[in-house]
């Protein structure tokens, strides 16, 4: 059997694309090359400001993102509703424990 080489949008292989990975052998290099190639994503950067200005409001947009395709329009509406109108406490401890357990079932 013959494999061969996908080319991505780059022009590079994704064999050598998922080689590439640890471009060192000093982790040091790996996780600064790491850490400037998440900052330099447009989407990974206003995650982390939303998140600094608004974190109630972050973890709810992230808890609903996964449950929405769990649920219909009209019980998705509903929980919406009904979790906007607990108190800040009551939703941080309702949201964390439903995050916990959508981590579980990863």
């Keep these: 059997m013959r494999t061969e ?3 991505g949008a780059a022009g ?3 064999t050598s694309l998922r080689q590439s990975k640890n471009i060192s052998e000093n982790p040091t290099i790996n996780k600064l090359i790491n ?3 998440k900052h330099s ?3 990974y950067v206003s995650a982390i ?3 600094k200005i608004a974190p109630l409001d972050e973890l709810q947009r992230r808890v ?3 449950l929405r395709p769990m649920y219909g329009v009209d019980r998705y509406k509903e929980l919406q509703n009904a ?3 607990m108190n800040p406490l009551d939703r941080h401890d309702w949201l964390n424990a439903k995050l916990d357990e959508l981590n579980e079932h990863r």
């Design 64 to 66: 609903f993102k996964r």
């Design 12 to 14: 590079v292989s994704k």
């Design 35 to 37: 850490n400037i190639t």
């Design 5 to 7: 080489n996908k080319i």
């Design 41 to 43: 994503n447009a989407q």
């Design 83 to 85: 979790v906007s109108a």
């Design 49 to 51: 400001a939303r998140s």
